[in-house]
């Protein structure tokens, strides 16, 4: 059979088939006139097919009018023939299929080929891709990626003579004309579609080519790299005044670097010669030259210098930290002893090697201080002898002092007045490099010793009170998850009441009173707002940049806080009813509105925000233009607005100046504000129940007296106690403890002054007391009521009951069902 026969009966329609050639072979239509395709259009199909062979005709077409939006109203006549079972001829198999796939009816079924309807779901599925996948060049791309499964039968050889044939224009008359054989037709549909029924995501295959989404491969997590000593020395209450001392002392001490004799290296040598250099390094014959010629070899690289030899790298010694912790250094002496004994270990650029060694009547050790237990060990060690002159002998004995050795040793101020101790350390005094003293005053003298006499290096003053018993001030990192440094929600609610009195000590820089309210940023970056000083405090942010801090009071209600951050960022935390509604970030242009956390960004702006204030409810910025760079820094020029409605940035008419509002000048009154007149029961370890119902807590006990809820010092007793877990610690002041019940039940302490009762599984706190000493306490249930110190709510009196009614209702009712 000729190339041309066979091509003629690849283009021609079979019998009964559900399209025809149609006005000179020009056009592809269904049975009942409606356009398929033009032979254009499926020629360029063909040809793109070409390269990888060619499939059945009638699956192209089938594609091609998948792809057509008139898809969902074709009748699809004719259809009846693709299910015929085996027949050349059958007229009596009848399918009708009206609309769209989803409605047909079936008669006959034994004649009807239940395995078409899968490949009619396909092109159904194939209608409903999106658009673009369906038309244009993705229509080609789609149609090569469904026939990549397949096998052609028709080589890309042949599927190039058959394209020229029939471009040729020979087969138009046989290709009208004659129609072969129906026979195999659904079989060559069927092959072609099956590979493809079973993938469930047909848009991804057809983008990527992949019949499902891989599965991430799973990847470890890294290993988080350890916190480094002070770090975890700062996470514990019993150790984090020594981690805040010991970085003060890092910076204090300036130990001089270890240096040889003169004599010792080869130093101040030439060791070649080089075309670049400093004017004295010139050779000598150099300066022979006349001025011109000297000028030129100058100017042109040609004048020769002496090279000066590298100097070896200094000689590292090994630091051996002798630590007295005889009777005098007991007690606070001893903790600063062993802070300036971590200050040496920490304060090592060249890496030293680190040997501490504990000395009373004899000597412990060697320790590197390089853990938190090697510390917190190191701290344990005393001894009762008066000095340790015996142990520095032993010392010295076992370990003789070599160049490859300083000696660091760490006494006390009142060991040095003994009279028999001075005597033994002067006749030890050559064996010592430095002498470092420390007093109960917070006092450290750092000597050196050169030819066994003290020369004054330097002398440090701390305050040992508010570095070792004050706040702790670092802790945990904060973890900041949203885009504008908002913390996630508190770890507690505290349910209602406004918040005991604030702990540590505020900045007067980070607070702002108008003589009625006041806002404050505390230490760890949360900012709290009082509306007067006969009620307690509310959390406004739970997260604030550290930096400058500009506050805006109007009308007895915070309006607006603004930042400038320590890399010169300006964000600025709007309120509205003493509530955040909107955060501006300037650097990063963006508005976040709360609680909603819908985002707008703000339009680009020319030049750097230099300056910002807030001003009867509008913000306003000064812009620095790049055309003249520091002029707004000196002036602070307010140059444009920010219109909160409409989010846009319009210029003012002229430069202004927003001063800075409610810069307090005395402390006195905001500590009278924050601290009324009671005190904070927080650091609690125990808990039990009195056989009336009354909770115990460590030494104090909550009971009602004159028909108020008191927390007041007694003995325990026989009272079964309970100790309070470490649960978390979210921010650099508070925490909380929590103890559970067999049933599920809960009591979780809140170090900033609550006491929280949990039922078995709920995430709310069936009640909450307040832990204060000296006034009444305030409670708060789930159920919306309120009682005792109104001190801690500010709420109708239908809301509120009594404290006796309150404890044996709802206090003593939770406390018999926890056993």
């Known amino acids: 059979m000729s190339s041309s026969q066979t091509a003629a009966r690849y283009f021609q329609p079979r019998k009964g088939d ?29 040809k793109s097919l070409q390269p990888q062979g060619l499939p059945p005709l009638e699956t192209v077409i089938l594609l091609i009018a998948a792809c057509r939006q008139e898809w969902h109203t074709i009748d699809f006549p004719n259809l009846d023939a693709l299910a015929a ?7 009596e198999t009848e399918l009708v299929l009206a609309g769209a796939l989803d409605s047909h009816r079936l008669t006959k079924q034994a004649d009807f080929d239940i395995n078409l309807l899968p490949c009619l779901n396909l092109l159904k599925r194939i209608h409903a891709l999106p658009e673009e996948l369906r038309t244009g060049s993705m229509r080609v791309h789609l149609i090569k990626r469904i026939f990549s499964h397949y096998t052609p039968f028709i080589t890309p050889v042949v599927a190039s003579i058959y394209i020229k044939e029939f471009e040729s224009g020979a087969l138009r008359k046989v290709v009208l004309n004659i129609k072969r054989s129906n026979k195999s037709q659904f ?32 990847v470890p ?94 000689q590292v010694q090994e630091r051996v930290i002798l630590v007295d912790v005889s009777l005098r250094l007991w007690g606070i002496p001893k903790v600063f002893a062993v802070s300036v004994a971590l200050g040496i270990a920490l304060n090592n650029t060249h890496h030293a090697s680190i040997a501490a060694y504990a000395l009373g009547q004899k000597t412990i050790g060697p320790s590197a201080l390089s853990s938190k237990a090697e510390v917190v060990t190191f701290l344990e060690k005393i001894d009762p002898a008066l000095h340790c002159a015996e142990g520095l002998k032993i010392h010295f ?3 003789p002092k070599t160049a490859s050795k300083a000696i660091f040793f760490i006494t006390s101020e009142d060991a040095l007045l003994d009279k028999n101790f001075s005597q033994h350390l002067n006749e030890l005094a050559t064996e010592l490099d430095y002498v470092l003293v420390v007093s109960r005053t917070g006092t450290l003298l750092f000597y050196k010793m050169v030819n066994g006499h003290r020369r004054l290096l330097s002398t440090s003053v701390f305050d040992l009170k508010e570095l070792l018993f004050g706040t702790i001030q670092s802790a945990l990192p904060s973890e900041l998850v949203e885009e504008l440094n908002l913390k996630t929600e508190p770890w507690i609610s505290h349910s209602g009441l406004f918040l005991p009195a604030f702990p540590g000590r505020l900045m007067r820089e980070e607070v702002a009173f108008d003589g009625t309210v006041l806002v404050a940023v505390l230490p760890c970056k949360r900012v709290w ?15 604030i940049e550290d930096g400058g801090y500009t506050f805006y009071l109007a009308e007895n209600e915070l309006k607006c806080i603004i930042v400038k951050t320590k890399e010169h960022k300006f964000i600025a935390y709007l309120f509205k009813d003493n509530k955040l509604f909107a955060v501006v970030d300037l650097h990063a242009k963006l508005i976040r509105y709360h609680p909603r956390q819908n985002v707008v960004k703000l339009p680009e702006m ?48 002229e430069k202004r100046f927003i001063p800075k ?21 927080r650091n609690i370890k125990e808990i039990g129940f009195t056989p009336e119902g009354f909770i115990q807590l460590d030494q104090h006990r909550i009971v009602s007296v004159d028909g108020k809820l008191w927390l007041v010092k007694t003995l325990k007793d026989n009272i079964t106690m309970r100790k309070f877990e470490p649960e978390t610690r979210p921010a650099a002041q508070f925490y909380t403890r929590s103890v559970t019940w067999q049933n599920g039940s809960k009591i979780t302490l809140d170090s900033r002054g609550f006491l929280q009762l949990f039922r078995p599984a709920s995430p709310t706190a069936e009640f909450t007391i307040t832990l204060i000493i000296g006034q009444p306490l305030a409670a708060f249930s789930r159920s919306g009521a309120y009682t005792g110190n109104p001190y801690f709510y500010d709420v109708s009196p239908d809301k509120i009951t009594s404290p006796s009614h309150f404890y044996k209702t709802i206090i003593v009712e939770f406390i018999k069902k926890l056993d």
């Not at 399209?19 to 032979?39: F, H, K, L, P, R």
Request: aromatic share 8%.
């Open 85 to 91: 079972k085996g027949a050349v001829e059958n007229e």
């Open 529 to 543: 707002f009082w509306q007067s000083a006969q009620k307690g405090a509310i959390e406004v942010l739970r997260n």
């Open 606 to 653: 020319e030049g750097q925000v230099v300056a910002c204030g807030y001003e009867g409810g509008n913000l306003f910025i000064g812009l620095n233009h790049p055309a003249s760079p520091n002029y707004y820094y000196h002036h602070k020029n307010i140059t444009h607005v920010i219109e909160l409605n409409t989010h846009t940035i319009s210029p003012l008419p």
């Open 18 to 46: 559900f399209w025809e050639w149609s006005n000179v072979d020009q056009v592809i239509t269904w049975i009942d006139g409606q356009t398929i395709c033009y032979a254009q259009d499926l020629m360029d199909i063909l």
């Open 397 to 399: 004995r076992q370990h």
């Open 661 to 681: 509002e409610h810069s307090p000048l005395t402390m006195h009154p905001i500590k009278k504000m924050v601290h009324c007149g009671y005190s904070v029961l």
């Open 221 to 314: 997590n890294p290993d988080t790299e350890p916190d480094d000593l002070l770090t975890q020395l700062s996470k514990q209450q019993q150790t984090a005044g020594l981690a805040r001392l010991t970085k003060r002392l890092i910076a204090a001490l300036n130990i001089p670097p270890h240096t040889h004799g003169a004599s010792d290296q080869p130093l101040g040598g030439v060791s070649d010669l080089s075309n670049r250099g400093d004017f004295d390094r010139l050779l000598i014959s150099e300066l022979a030259n006349d001025d011109d010629t000297l000028s030129a070899r100058l100017v042109n690289n040609e004048a020769l210098y002496l090279r000066r030899e590298t100097p070896p790298d200094p």
């Open 187 to 218: 079989q060559d549909i069927h092959a072609v579609f099956s590979p493809l029924f079973g993938i469930e995501d047909l848009e991804t295959y057809v983008r990527v080519g992949l019949e499902k989404v891989p599965e991430p491969t799973p």
